[in-house]
């Protein structure tokens, strides 16, 4: 499988426009003055984005498949990188917090530990170069009847 990826400069400063196999666009800028204007996330803080997202489709779809009553659904990434360049990330942690009517916490952990070992394959690449842990919360919520999120 192949994967293309096209970055166009469109400034000012170093705002970049960013779409992948044909995909919608982002756009990605730097928060450091005076070349960055802020108007997207820099490019490290994607990396971050990207393994949020890939770890949480795998958990949200696992939890699916186990019938778990998931109302809502969140992971947050928090990242150190070192301090000298090339600054790479050196410790990663991923909350998972799962909303829900009798959420089974072996559920939870079960989806998380197949996403980091078998299915997230950012996270896969980023365990290369840094130490990532985990944590979740299960946040008890009423399920709606015939809610879409709910599968």
Same mark, same amino acid.
Request: with cysteine.
């Given at each position: 499988?192949? $994967? ?8 000012? !400063?170093?705002?970049? @426009?960013?779409?992948? #196999? ?5 756009? *990605?800028?730097?928060?450091?003055? /005076?070349? !960055? ?8 803080? *994607? ?13 949200? $779809? %696992? *939890? ?20 000298? &360049?090339?600054?790479? =990330?050196?410790?990663? &942690? %991923?909350? =998972?917090?799962? =909303?829900? +009517? ?5 559920? @939870? +952990? ?12 950012? $996270?896969?690449?980023?365990?290369? @170069?840094?130490?990532?842990? #985990? $944590? =979740?919360?299960?946040?008890? +919520? ?5 809610? /879409?999120?709910?599968?």
């Amino acid at each position: 499988m192949t $994967s293309k990826a096209q970055v166009t400069w469109v400034g000012p !400063g170093l705002r970049l @426009v960013a779409e992948a #196999n044909d995909g919608p666009a982002i756009v *990605l800028d730097s928060h450091r003055p /005076p070349f !960055g204007t802020n108007t997207g996330p820099a490019p490290m803080e *994607l990396f971050l984005m990207g393994l949020g997202g890939c770890t949480g489709m795998d958990v949200i $779809s %696992i *939890l699916a498949k186990k019938r778990q009553k998931v109302t809502g659904f969140q992971v947050k990434v928090e990242a150190e990188r070192a301090p000298t &360049h090339p600054k790479v =990330y050196t410790k990663i &942690h %991923i909350e =998972y917090i799962v =909303y829900g +009517e009798g959420i089974d916490p072996r559920a @939870v +952990e079960r989806a998380i530990e197949l996403s980091e070992t078998r299915y997230c394959s950012a $996270s896969a690449m980023l365990r290369q @170069v840094a130490e990532i842990t #985990n $944590s =979740y919360r299960i946040i008890e +919520e009423r399920a709606v009847p015939n809610d /879409p999120i709910i599968r």
